[in-house]
């Protein structure tokens, strides 16, 4: 195994219970992969057989309920993620099409050689289960707080993110290209700059590449608390 997909490993929680010397006992592949733009890791219904651990790059998760519908982005997994979750269940099928985004580099994780490692350790496969289950409840959390914001309302708290708790003047850079930052915050790339045009009344300002500029973050964060939905009141 090389260092770089060892690395990549044990950034990931799912694997830092693992012991370094069995890592290489689970990997597709002893080095880490790299992927182009418009590589497909996997498509929507085909056998899943292997996790993919993100240590840099972009992957675009889409779903189609039927090959007549239009395809939705359920996700934009970057360095830190997994793509290919599916893989953890014996004999499953992947439920959505994963394409590279942007250049990637992973470790590629087999679905067959991670199961027959977990088959007598009860104790780690609980865990791994439970740390997949927290990251979907935190994919579900996230989708649910989308609905119930407007449009600008979750690209003014998506740049409050970004500026990570900072105070006064800040510049921030999107992390990748605005059509996938529309696609991220469940928007069409259109109503995307509409939402980066009304927070100009905010002191907000973007231009071409990815550097965005907020005047003052407190404005933006008076601004988000006052559009946010009153909590419903406990019976």
Same mark, same amino acid.
């Given at each position: 195994?090389?260092?770089?997909?060892?690395?990549?490993?044990?950034?990931?929680?799912?694997?830092?219970?693992?012991?370094?010397?069995?890592?290489?006992?689970?990997?597709?592949?002893?080095?880490?992969?790299?992927?182009?733009?418009?590589?497909?890791?996997?498509?929507?219904?085909?056998?899943?057989?292997?996790?993919?651990?993100?240590?840099?790059?972009?992957?675009?998760?889409?779903?189609?309920?039927?090959?007549?519908?239009?395809?939705?982005?359920?996700?934009?997994?970057?360095?830190?993620?997994?793509?290919?979750?599916?893989?953890?269940?014996?004999? *499953?099928?992947?439920?959505?099409?994963?394409?590279? &985004? !942007?250049?990637? /580099?992973?470790?590629? $994780?087999?679905?067959?050689? @991670? %199961?027959?490692?977990?088959?007598?350790?009860?104790?780690?496969?609980?865990?791994?289960?439970?740390?997949?289950?927290?990251?979907?409840?935190?994919?579900?959390?996230?989708?649910?707080?989308?609905?119930?914001?407007?449009?600008?309302?979750?690209?003014?708290?998506?740049?409050?993110?970004?500026?990570?708790?900072?105070?006064?003047?800040?510049?921030?850079?999107?992390?990748?290209?605005?059509?996938?930052?529309?696609?991220?915050?469940?928007?069409?790339?259109?109503?995307?700059?509409? *939402?980066?045009?009304?927070?100009?009344?905010?002191? &907000? !300002?973007?231009? /071409?590449?990815?550097? $965005?500029?907020?005047?003052? @973050? %407190?404005?933006?964060?008076?601004?988000?608390?006052?559009?946010?939905?009153?909590?419903?009141?406990?019976?």
């Amino acid at each position: 195994m090389t260092s770089e997909a060892l690395a990549i490993l044990r950034r990931h929680p799912l694997f830092e219970a693992i012991p370094t010397a069995d890592m290489p006992l689970l990997l597709d592949n002893a080095a880490a992969m790299s992927a182009p733009r418009g590589t497909l890791l996997f498509r929507q219904g085909d056998p899943a057989e292997r996790l993919f651990v993100i240590g840099g790059g972009l992957v675009e998760l889409v779903y189609a309920p039927t090959a007549a519908t239009t395809p939705e982005v359920r996700a934009v997994l970057g360095a830190g993620e997994t793509a290919g979750a599916d893989a953890l269940k014996p004999g *499953a099928r992947h439920t959505t099409t994963a394409r590279v &985004v !942007e250049p990637l /580099r992973a470790a590629c $994780v087999s679905a067959d050689r @991670l %199961a027959a490692y977990l088959d007598d350790k009860f104790d780690l496969a609980l865990s791994l289960i439970g740390i997949m289950a927290g990251s979907l409840r935190g994919q579900v959390r996230e989708i649910t707080e989308l609905k119930l914001q407007s449009t600008t309302e979750r690209l003014a708290g998506y740049l409050l993110q970004l500026a990570g708790g900072c105070q006064g003047r800040s510049v921030v850079h999107l992390p990748f290209e605005k059509r996938l930052l529309a696609e991220r915050l469940g928007m069409e790339p259109a109503t995307l700059s509409r *939402a980066f045009a009304k927070l100009r009344d905010f002191g &907000v !300002e973007t231009g /071409r590449g990815d550097r $965005v500029e907020i005047a003052e @973050l %407190a404005h933006l964060q008076v601004m988000v608390e006052a559009m946010a939905p009153a909590a419903p009141e406990d019976w």
